[in-house]
């Protein structure tokens, strides 16, 4: 696998992974501090009243954004499919939670926007429903455009339109079962590209439904042969779930894909074992596959009397799980693979109820396929100073927190693939450079890895928003399709954590990021990266006044810098002096620039290294 760098994006922390095993596997990054396990599935009903609305930040989405929202939970686990992309007519369509007013938020619906070419629609100012709506799963057929998404009376409600990015909506309900369903999620497959397979969650206690099947949450299924014109499948409960196994499923932890007639569930549990359920003729029949079990069947966390003890031996086991938060691609050749967050769980206290822990310093995506015998560790947090491990930005004091999603240090995965099979993952992963000086608790950017043989192999991390300085870049969502760039779109705060759930912050705008970034097993815009380039990272980026340079010099020598504009002219010159070996920062003042994008050019002897930052 090569290791690259793009030149119009950084490329740092670059760690090459090979393939350890889930059960043998222990991060430099974990820390043992468990905190209780208190998760609360949001069902977007929420109304957190008495909170002022809030600017964290001033907004990015006069240069870069596509939307914008003040609900600011986009997924209690799994990112549903919120983008797609035509790669005849290069269109592209988004959706996402919207809500602009403060709680509680009774304008939340889907928000969409769509670029045809010329540019992108307007920010939009209202949901495209004419009901409060959330978790919206974007799709689009041969023939129409849907979106899927539950009500606030838990139906599952869809909307649908011919033309995609223009014309009036067309509503309709899925479901007649009493309480309802949550969190949908949709994939579109068949021959004609026409099949919509979308699978949901019956209501569970906590969010005021009942037991259904002996269920907690059940997996129910859905299906349209002509584009959503028609469904002749409602309310199926899905097989396998058998209640001596499973407990219940959670909100969000399951994500669904199709090709052809292939159809595969991917189901993430924490306790109880964790699946796929496939499909080879378009959703008639099922098979299950576990590639996760933990020996813990039927398991409750919240029943007095229980720990997690998974070698009969009375003693409470730490457990190695799925963090909820996956994504599942079907390559093609049909062959399933799965992404999550590790995470690890304890249940210690039998005489409590609802006394499980997690371990939040938790590290390390995972891998799964068809191909392989058993889930792998693919990538970790990248060590951004290089010293072995995740350590303190500012160098002193506490060390930084994280917020409180419930995932692991690296989630939020979403999977897309290219014509010649090459698959991409996108993940949320902490960025070490970075705290919030308000929380004191680490920033996240959206990383990229790439395999070039079917899994194989991973490459390094790409940092995706190198240029994104002090922003929580989080619930990424990949176009499937894959060509000369990826797409992606995900969210952004001044602030990391949450309004509606864990840390609720306080209430604010919360920008919607449009990227595409290069397809880097393509070689477009590459160079080849020499292993020893001492340019780890610029910081902040953007920048108003000054630059800071995080160097890891190898090679000892005498360093210069020059700052390029867009027109190629050098604007300014500076050395750096007689560099010795090891970490050093430096500091480059810019506040004469105009505002721009600029490279810079970092030169010792024959060597020259570039990158690029941007002067706001």
Known sequence: MKKIILLSFLLIGSISYGQSQLSDYTSRNDQDVAV???KEYASGFEEISGVPLSNKRASVLATTGVGSTVYDLQTNGSVDDRIWYDTATGEVALAWTFSLTNDPFNDR????NYNNNPGWTSSPTTRIENVRVGWPSLIRTASSELVIAHTIDNELNYSRRTTAGSGAWTFGNLTSLTDGVLWPRAAVGGANNETVHVVALTTPEANDGSIYKGLDGALVYYRSN??????NIQDSLLPFQDTATY?????DSYAIDARGNTVVIGVFNDFDPSFILKSTDGGDTWTQTVYLDNNLQDYDPG????ISDNNNDNVADTIVSTDNSGSVLIDNNGVAHIFFGRMRLLDDQPALDSASSFFPFTDGLVYWSENLPSPVVIASVPDLNNDGTITNPNGSGPFPDLPLYYTSMVSFPSAGISPEGDIFVSFAGVFELESSPGSNQFYRHMFLIYSDDDGATWSDAFDMTANLSSLETAFGSMARSVDDSIRLIFQVDGEPGLHVRGDEDPNGQNDLIYLTFPNPSRGIGLEERKINSPVKAIF????????????????????????????GKVVMEQGLGLLSQGISRETIDIHDLVQGVYVLKLTSGSSSFTERFIKQ
């Open 303 to 306: 029943a007095a009397g229980s």
């Open 109 to 112: 619906g889907t928000g969409y």
């Open 247 to 251: 407990f219940g499923f959670g909100g």
């Open 36 to 38: 209780p396990y208190a």
């Open 540 to 567: 902040p980026n953007p920048a108003s006044n000054a630059i800071n340079l995080n160097l890891n010099i190898t090679e000892p020598g005498d360093y210069q810098v020059q700052l390029i504009d867009a027109t």
């Open 226 to 231: 002509d584009g959503g014109d028609t469904w």
